[in-house]
């Protein structure tokens, strides 16, 4: 298996462009997710998905679309890349919504938007 | 809302010392489970162990030790004996029962191991 991965590893834009993030996972979980990561700050939680077209807002959603359109494939799209955006992005992955159950992360995305 | 607080942004030691990372969190759910990562330096999430509320029994795995006490709200990490390896970041984590999968991250604590 594979894993979660994640692509591009790292990504410059420019103020307004637009941009998609791909994540996939070949474990047949049911939940995936994504989350920025910034300095002091930890992980946050951008959107997530119980399963395949179901999708919904975590703690910092503005300015970030997703669609489920399949169990493996969980993309993050920018409409209009801000500097504020710049960060590093994970996406994971669990079996089941409960909350005990394990994530598994993908290896990160470095976004810089100029 | 929940939240978690790390209030140690970095720590420094040398090889062989023990390390305490400290872990303090706040819910109103009686069921929540709590998780610790580790981030090398190459950027990955590795999961190091969970917890559920109702499981106060500490643990230990090798060189690492939790401390997991409800009447503080705390869920401390300890390394002993530290190595190089170790210096990483360490974040952790909560989960509310009600709430899903949907994590809750301290701002992460920075260990740094010296020779």
């Known amino acids: 298996n594979a894993g979660v991965t994640q692509t591009p590893k790292f990504q410059v834009l420019k103020t307004g462009q637009s941009m998609t993030l791909q994540c996939a996972q070949d474990?047949?979980?049911?939940?995936m997710s994504w989350y920025r990561q910034d300095p002091g700050m930890g992980l946050r939680l951008i959107h997530y998905?119980?399963?395949?077209?179901?999708?919904d807002q975590g703690e910092v959603p503005n300015g970030y679309n997703v669609s489920r359109s399949t169990t493996e494939d969980f993309p993050l799209r920018l409409l209009s890349a801000a500097p504020s955006q710049t960060s590093v992005y994970f996406c994971?992955?669990?079996?089941?919504?409960?909350?005990?159950?394990?994530?598994?992360f993908g290896p990160g995305t470095r976004l810089t938007v100029t | 809302a929940q939240k978690v607080t790390q209030a140690q942004t970095e720590i420094s030691v040398v090889e062989k010392e023990d390390v305490t990372l400290d872990c303090v969190y706040e819910?109103?759910?009686?069921?929540?489970?709590l998780f610790w990562y580790k981030q090398p330096p190459s950027g990955e999430l590795v999961f190091l162990i969970r917890?559920?509320?109702?499981?106060?029994q500490n643990e230990i795995s090798g060189r690492y030790s939790w401390n997991f006490q409800k009447s503080t709200s705390s869920f401390n990490f300890t390394i002993t004996a530290s190595q190089v390896v170790d210096s990483a970041v360490y974040f952790c984590?909560?989960?509310?029962?009600?709430?899903?999968?949907?994590?809750?991250f301290g701002g992460g604590t920075r260990v740094l191991v010296k020779p």
């Open positions: 994971a992955s669990s079996p089941g919504s409960r909350g005990r159950d394990e994530q598994y």
């Open positions: 474990m047949n979980h049911e939940y």
């Open positions: 998905s119980v399963g395949a077209g179901i999708t």
């Open positions: 819910t109103r759910d009686t069921t929540y489970y």
């Open positions: 917890r559920n509320s109702f499981d106060e």
């Open positions: 984590a909560l989960s509310e029962g009600a709430a899903g999968n949907k994590l809750t």
